[in-house]
């Protein structure tokens, strides 16, 4: 495994030979990850989704993202190709496939569609993930529960069974392997898909072999992980170490308050919420159980003297969620597209969202919170989990709180960021310079 650092940033590509990238994903909001990609000088864009043939919950947020997110132009579905690859590859012409999840079916046979084209495959984290697989809720215990979760589960494997084999029988045939080797490979993906995720058999390694040319990602432990858990499938893979996609959002961000002396202003403090909550939660009484919890923090925050909290929502969440969860109190909801109300911010708050992430680059305060009402993740990466912050229990009564956490509220909150954007990593700048690399040799 070879690990590179990367932080001198690239130059410019030409207008006229811009290069075309091909997002491939399962999840229509997958491209509010990589829409800067879009704004990006010398890249062609392109973000192709399967959500159109995704079933049961997954079908039904595809309906609201549908019609919340308007879509541009540039984003298009599986099916706009007759959900073929050869017809997409034909069409899109990309110099190189990029995924951000290693971890989707949709997204490994996109990689090996690049693979037999001779297209460059690329890797960058769509998020920060919880490597630590043991703190996932396992399988359940008893018989009944056991036949009711294969029940609930079986539309989700007809979806696989038809996405695989359908990927499968479109390769040429010199480039399938053998039969045996794909129906291991299945089965592995039925049977223990946790594992075929995360910690592949050595069956599915070998189908998904030497998938990628590069992986770009926020820290070398993430690169030793995928050389220790998916072994074939990283085989022959160079990482290198930037930023995550959230980064290079605020490099830009960073960039744009630079030049319009956004920076000279000094905003009211405001404590801004980065939402991060599981689909567990995506009910009426979940909704009901966060608007509780956020009236409290907003009850703490303003006590410490912030003038309001702001909402980010997590882009997984449903719009009617949003709305009952933050209206109940009138809550302020951000839903730009830019991280500007993010950089102002006096205090960032959330459980372990990556674009906390970007509060640790920019120095800023950080509080964390927890609550038994409401499934949310302690803090399980770094450097978040040794970065200095305020952790509060929200199932506490508000004037515990306040007497608890007042007097370290009030001292992060004159605290300030003056973090330079050229100190901030941006991975699309480091796979740009890759192509033209490859390009120039």
Not at 332 to 343: A, K, Q, T, V, Y
């Amino acid at each position: 495994m070879h690990v590179d650092h990367m932080t001198r940033p690239p130059e410019r590509s030409a207008a006229g030979n811009p290069i075309r990238i091909l997002v491939f994903d399962c999840w229509l909001p997958g491209f509010l990850y990589v829409r800067h990609l879009a704004d990006t000088e010398g890249v062609s864009l392109t973000f192709v989704h399967n959500s159109e043939r995704q079933l049961g919950t997954p079908a039904r947020e595809y309906k609201d993202f549908k019609e919340r997110l308007s879509p541009p132009d540039w984003v298009k579905d599986f099916g706009d190709y007759d959900h073929r690859f050869a017809t997409l590859f034909d069409t899109e012409k990309p110099d190189v496939v990029l995924v951000t999840s290693m971890h989707y079916l949709e997204c490994r046979s996109a990689l090996l569609f690049a693979a037999d084209r001779g297209v460059m495959r690329a890797f960058i984290p769509h998020g920060i993930f919880l490597l630590d697989r043991s703190k996932v809720i396992g399988s359940p215990k008893s018989v009944l529960d056991r036949v009711k979760r294969l029940l609930e589960k079986l539309p989700r494997a007809v979806y696989y069974g038809r996405f695989f084999w359908s990927a499968h029988f479109q390769r040429e045939r010199d480039q399938r392997g053998s039969f045996l080797a794909a129906f291991s490979c299945f089965l592995d993906l039925l049977s223990n898909y946790s594992n075929w995720q995360w910690a592949p058999s050595p069956q599915a390694q070998r189908y998904y072999a030497r998938l990628l040319d590069i992986g770009i990602v926020y820290d070398a432990q993430l690169a030793k992980y995928y050389s220790q858990n998916l072994g074939a499938i990283v085989d022959g893979t160079e990482f290198k170490v930037s930023g995550t996609l959230d980064s290079g959002k605020l490099r830009r961000a960073l960039s744009v308050a630079r030049k319009s002396g956004a920076s000279a202003r000094v905003p009211p403090k405001v404590a801004y919420y980065v939402s991060s909550p599981y689909p567990e939660d995506f009910s009426a009484s979940g909704a009901r159980a966060l608007a509780d919890l956020l009236m409290k923090l907003q009850s703490l925050v303003q006590a410490a003297g912030c003038e309001r909290l702001i909402y980010r929502p997590h882009p997984g969440e449903p719009s009617w969620f949003v709305d009952a969860a933050c209206q109940q109190h009138g809550i302020e909801c951000d839903m730009s597209r830019d991280l500007s109300g993010f950089i102002s911010a006096s205090l960032v708050c959330g459980t372990s969202s990556s674009l906390l992430y970007n509060a640790i680059i920019l120095s800023k305060p950080i509080l964390t919170v927890s609550s038994e009402k409401f499934k949310m993740d302690a803090p399980y990466y770094e450097p978040l989990i040794s970065y200095p912050r305020i952790a509060v229990d929200l199932d506490r009564a508000v004037d515990e709180l306040i007497e608890e956490n007042g007097e370290a509220l009030v001292s992060a909150l004159r605290r300030s960021s003056t973090t330079p954007e050229s100190a901030v990593s941006d991975p699309v700048e480091v796979l740009l310079e890759t192509v033209r690399s490859e390009r120039a040799s």
